[in-house]
């Protein structure tokens, strides 16, 4: 049985036109990657002192199209192998938004971490956004019973 993967149209922009030229558009690492790689739009090079944070350019904007977001998440080998998080994960790039892409980077680890321009600092998910339209009740009981209840953080054990 062969899965379709489900594809849609985003029209990207070089912020900085040739200036950035270097740099390749966002494509996912494998066949079957759910998010395309994100790199940094730097000259030169950077260091993230540890504990330091930084929003790091990537040279795009993107017009996402309207019920979907953009998931801005982290690297798993830059978390494991250095402690680069993106702290926020995952930021939101919501559909009207036309700005720069940037990746905040936060160093973790307890050495002080080089970045190069063109380095893949982290990956763009575009997701099917669902918006709630809520309905307000006036008691608990009407917001329909469940086995956890109000059992909050730890409450069903490890």
Do not use: C, W
């Not at 395309?36 to 739009?41: S, T």
């Not at 998931?71 to 919501?94: F, H, K, M, W, Y």
């Amino acid at each position: 049985m062969s899965a379709s993967i489900l594809q849609i149209g985003v029209r990207i922009l070089r912020v900085r036109g040739e200036v950035d030229a270097d740099l390749p558009l966002p494509e996912p690492a494998t066949k079957h990657s759910a998010g395309v790689d994100l790199r940094a739009a730097i000259e030169g090079e950077l260091e993230l002192a540890p504990g330091e944070r930084r929003a790091i350019p990537t040279g795009f904007a993107v017009a996402i199209p309207p019920g979907y977001e953009g998931q801005v998440r982290g690297r798993s080998g830059l978390a494991l192998e250095s402690g680069i998080v993106v702290p926020n994960a995952p930021g939101t790039i919501d559909a009207d938004y036309r700005g720069e892409i940037q990746v905040i980077l936060q160093n973790t680890g307890e050495q002080p971490f080089r970045l190069a321009r063109g380095d893949r600092i982290g990956q763009l998910v575009i997701a099917p956004v669902a918006v709630p339209v809520f309905e307000e009740v006036q008691e608990s009981e009407a917001l329909g019973p469940t086995r956890r209840g109000a059992g909050g953080f730890g409450h069903t054990g490890r």
